[in-house]
């Protein structure tokens, strides 16, 4: 099994910064894509960034040139660095990652993280 310990939500200020972790462990032959979702009060859950093969990323429009998706192979570990957030970045964040447990990809999610944006 595959376990996602998130951190780095909490409080901030419209203007400010957040930066979300996500490490992964387990028994990992493989992981790719990972990435973040979120899900504000009364709405659907939507991809914010997603990082594949390492190299490739793919942010959702409201979020391109605020959010920075990173990861590091060694800790198995995502990150979402948050830059002037606004009000309506307010919501749950979630991890999401395809593992390869033994000969098999799964998904697997975080517990989630809130983060709230005060204007």
């Known amino acids: 099994q595959v376990q996602l310990v998130e951190s780095g939500g909490g409080l901030v200020q419209a203007g400010g910064s957040l930066r979300l972790s996500c490490a992964a462990s387990?028994?990992?032959?493989?992981?790719?894509?990972m990435g973040w979702y979120r899900q504000a009060p009364g709405k659907q859950r939507e991809l914010v960034a997603v990082m594949i093969s390492g190299i490739s990323t793919n942010y959702a429009d409201s979020v391109k040139g605020r959010f920075t998706i990173s990861r590091d192979n060694a800790k198995n570990t995502v990150y979402l660095q948050m830059d002037s957030l606004k009000p309506e970045d307010t919501a749950v964040y979630y991890c999401?990652?395809?593992?390869?447990?033994?000969?098999?990809?799964?998904?697997?999610w975080g517990q989630g993280t809130q983060v709230t944006v005060s204007s």
């Open positions: 387990g028994s990992i032959f493989g992981i790719d894509p």
């Open positions: 999401n990652v395809r593992a390869m447990v033994g000969s098999r990809w799964y998904d697997y």
